[in-house]
């Protein structure tokens, strides 16, 4: 780092004025607590930035070196940028993955905070803000699995579930796939309802790393999916009490003769049932054929 000296510095941020105009300098701390963001976030960012040497009113020479808040905003201008703010268990998720500080990813694998600190050094991370608004660094969950691998207990999931004790009971959990299978839902409809929430992480032998679920959350979660049985076929109707049935959006796209916004505000949900499309599964409102197009002739 390059330094040059200042006159005096009269505590953390000082106006250092010269035949032009003023600058303000500070060090990484008290930038840090301005703008509300994590010291370490700044230093990183300012590891190759020129600053001043600062001398305090005594003549003695500080340790640390002063930037001026030009050099800070310029080096840290993706700190200000609009992030995503967690919960107050440190936690986000974006695009489907889950976002973590290292203190939150400790308490959540049960392991010493200076070891996923060391192995997340080097490893690519986000920014956001915690609760309380102070912007700090967050890492997603397939990068601290891989970063962090030998820290979690190896388990033996050789078999299709690995049960737990909780309190007085034992509690079956497994992963997104074999939870499907047993409970009766698709993979897919399966995995976006249980998505962040709760789980286990087990390592096999080989050291492969896996998110387990516990069967209650599963169920849970999969709540109607599991209660309704109608299902459409592959052209999108499902036959009920002698009649055909089918979603609004299929009815017109197969129609063409209104529109699909149209046909919703005309049409009453009371006259609905529940059903499963064909693929992959998902419950939607199926209305009687014969009403809707009876609605779609009187808006013609």
């Known amino acids: 780092m390059k330094g040059r000296a200042l006159q005096e510095v009269f505590g953390d941020l000082e106006i250092s004025t010269n035949e032009e105009d003023s600058v303000r300098y500070g060090s990484i701390p008290a930038w840090a607590k301005e703008f509300g963001v994590d010291k370490g976030s700044i230093e990183r960012r300012l590891k190759d930035a020129e600053g001043i040497q600062a001398k305090d009113v005594l003549g003695r020479t500080q340790d640390c070196l002063y930037y001026s808040e030009e050099v ?29 500080t290292t203190l939150a990813w400790a308490r959540d694998l049960g392991v010493g905070i200076d070891a996923i600190q060391k192995r997340t050094e080097h490893a690519p991370l986000t920014m956001a803000r915690i609760p309380e608004g102070n912007l700090l660094e967050f890492f997603g969950e397939d990068i601290i699995l891989e ?4 820290l979690l207990q190896s388990i ?21 796939n074999r939870l499907a299978k047993l409970i009766g839902i698709p993979e897919p409809t399966l995995n976006k309802r249980i998505r962040g929430k709760s789980h286990i992480l087990v390592r096999d032998p080989k050291g492969r790393v896996y998110k387990y679920f516990s069967e209650k959350l599963a169920r849970e ?12 076929d592959a052209s999108g109707y499902v036959m009920y009490n002698g009649e055909r049935y089918t979603t609004i959006f299929r009815f017109c796209k197969d129609n063409k003769s ?3 916004q149209t046909l919703k505000k005309r049409v009453n949900q009371s006259d609905s049932i529940r059903a499963k ?10 209305y009687p054929e014969k009403l809707l197009i009876e609605t779609s002739n009187k808006s013609s």
């Open 72 to 100: 800070v905003r310029r080096a840290c201008l993706d700190l200000f940028l609009e992030t995503p703010i967690a919960d107050e268990r440190g936690f986000f998720i974006q695009n489907g993955m889950r976002y973590g």
């Open 147 to 150: 970063v962090c691998a030998d």
């Open 156 to 176: 033996d999931i050789q078999g299709e579930f690995l049960l737990q004790r909780e309190g007085d009971e034992e509690v079956r959990y497994g992963s997104i």
């Open 221 to 232: 979660v999969s709540g109607e999916f599991l209660t309704v049985t109608l299902r459409a």
């Open 258 to 260: 209104i529109s699909e």
């Open 277 to 286: 499309d064909h693929t992959p599964g998902n419950i939607r409102d199926f």
